[in-house]
Nanobody, 115 residues
């Protein structure tokens, strides 16, 4: 079992920055992918950013150039640095861990960007 604990959400004005963290614990496979999905009210959950244990990254087009995903493998922690935030970035951000077996999810952290 893998457990994920997220932190770092909050309320910020448009143009501001936030940093999300997600720490994984439990039976961690050395080869894995972690990242973030988000869900805005009335919308489907969408992948925001993903990073593999080897450091390969993927971003949804709408955040490219504004968000940066990184990880510390020694701490089993992934970070999402969000800059130039827009109101449309508002939503619940869910951390995920993917390796062998089902995807594990964090509890979600609210990000609200005011205009």
């Amino acid at each position: 079992q893998v457990q994920l604990v997220e932190s770092g959400g909050g309320l910020v004005q448009a143009g501001g920055s936030l940093r999300l963290s997600c720490a994984a614990s439990g039976s961690i496979f050395s080869s894995n992918a972690m990242g973030w999905y988000r869900q805005a009210p009335g919308k489907q959950r969408e992948l925001v950013a993903r990073i593999t244990s080897g450091g390969s990254t993927n971003y949804v087009e709408s955040v490219r150039g504004r968000f940066t995903i990184s990880r510390d493998n020694a701490k089993n922690t992934v970070y999402l640095q969000m800059s130039s935030l827009k109101p449309e970035d508002t939503g619940v951000y869910f951390c995920f861990y993917s390796a062998v077996g089902p995807v594990r999810w964090g509890q979600g952290t609210q990000v609200t960007v005011s205009s």
